[in-house]
């Protein structure tokens, strides 16, 4: 599922006129470079996608790339049953406090598709995600 979500990803912010890249890289303020599974970019506005298996090692591993990429709208994704099993303590992380960061739970492909959806209304437009 990894990989066709992923394409998925592509090939719809491709049609919304992003240039996409799968495996892609972007530059931290640090000068460092961090790896995404998608990165997009229109204009000014850059949106990463990492999809994870939630767990406290792997939000602590985003932690970094995330503060140091703050010009980026960076989107965790995850299956909505592995994030229901996420440690108490990884919601110490706070990561959907972070201004530039929201966690997405998703069913299916056709779910994280009417997110993103409505992610990328047009370019000039704000990024919001509806919850579940």
Do not use: Q
């Not at 892609?24 to 850059?46: C, M, Q, T």
């Not at 602590?60 to 140091?68: F, N, R, Y």
């Not at 994704?77 to 959907?96: H, I, K």
């Amino acid at each position: 599922m990894r990989r066709g979500l992923k394409d998925t990803i592509k090939d719809f912010l491709e049609r919304k006129g992003f240039n996409v890249k799968i495996n892609g890289r972007i530059v931290g303020f640090s000068g460092i470079e961090h790896s995404f599974d998608v990165v997009a970019s229109k204009g000014n506005l850059v949106v990463c996608f990492d999809l994870v298996d939630p767990n406290i090692n792997s939000f602590i591993e985003l932690w970094g790339k995330v503060m140091d990429v703050s010009h980026a709208r960076i989107f965790v994704v995850c299956e909505e049953e592995s994030y229901r099993r996420v440690p108490d303590e990884a919601g110490l992380l706070n990561f959907d406090k972070i201004e530039n960061v929201k966690v997405l739970s998703l069913r299916d492909l056709n779910s994280m598709l009417e997110k993103i959806g409505s992610i990328v209304k047009d370019e000039n437009e704000c990024i919001s995600v509806i919850f579940n």
